[in-house]
Nanobody, 124 residues
């Protein structure tokens, strides 16, 4: 079992930045692909970014590519999402996810472990 805990959410003005963290505990997440998803009120969960278990390969949703950066620190068993140039289209509950595979497709059903999520708010 892997337990995931997100932190770093908050309210930021459009154009600002936030850095989310996802700390993994329990079974090491080193051999797990990990990802960020987000869900806005009344909308389905949306893929944001994924990273393989080496940290060497990343993939982004078109809506965030060039603004967001996913990374991981295996020594700290933590994954990050640096979010720059935030817009009013970015708010939602951001959740991290993991699966015990080298990499995974950008869809929620691929992932076995989920955190509780952290709220990101960007006022219009």
């Amino acid at each position: 079992q892997v337990q995931l805990a997100e932190s770093g959410g908050g309210l930021v003005q459009a154009g600002g930045s936030l850095r989310l963290s996802c700390a993994a505990s329990g079974r090491t997440a080193i051999s797990h692909a990990m990802a960020w998803f987000r869900q806005a009120p009344g909308k389905e969960r949306e893929f944001v970014a994924t990273i393989d278990w080496t940290g060497g390969n990343t993939y982004y949703a078109a809506t965030v590519k060039g603004r967001f950066t996913i990374s991981r620190d295996s020594d700290k068993n933590t994954m990050y999402l640096q979010m720059n140039r935030l817009t009013p289209e970015d708010p939602g509950v951001y959740s991290c996810a993991a699966v015990r595979r080298y990499d995974a497709a950008p869809v929620p059903r691929e992932y076995d472990y989920w955190g509780q999520g952290t709220q990101v708010t960007v006022p219009p």
